[in-house]
């Protein structure tokens, strides 16, 4: 049977009567402020704890997974941009070996004209 406002009153009223003001509001503080179906017991309260640790477990088990496929994801471009600027730097460094080449010989070539031309004034005047 459900406990409402008017059962409540009634029960306060016979109470009073049987045992007075301050007994009668002594023992309906212990009721509580509304039916025993609505107030949680400790076994409530156990089963309540159990779901949440398990559904904390289970979130923190996804997070990690998660993390896990982002933190690999990262790893995987990563390597691609590094083994991209790989590429690069080779390409440049073969550039750079090019020019250096191309200046060498045009020194190279530069050494040997002047002192052809050196040695060529040398005998003609000698």
Do not use: C, N
């Not at 008017?6 to 509304?34: F, K, N």
Request: a negative charge.
């Amino acid at each position: 049977m459900a406990v409402d406002e008017r059962a409540r009153h009634g029960l306060i009223t016979r109470l009073v009567e049987t045992l007075g003001d301050e007994a009668a509001a002594t023992l309906m503080s212990y009721l509580p402020p509304v039916g025993w179906a609505d107030v949680a017991t400790k076994r409530d309260l156990d089963a309540l704890a159990e779901r949440l640790e398990l559904r904390t477990e289970t979130l923190l088990i996804r997070h990690r997974a998660d993390t896990q496929l982002q933190i690999s994801e990262l790893r995987d471009e990563m390597h691609q941009q590094i083994g991209g600027l790989r590429g690069e730097m080779h390409q440049q460094i073969g550039g750079l070996r090019d020019d250096l080449r191309r200046q060498t010989l045009l020194i190279v070539f530069s050494v040997v004209g002047a002192v052809v031309a050196v040695g060529g004034l040398g005998i003609a005047t000698g």
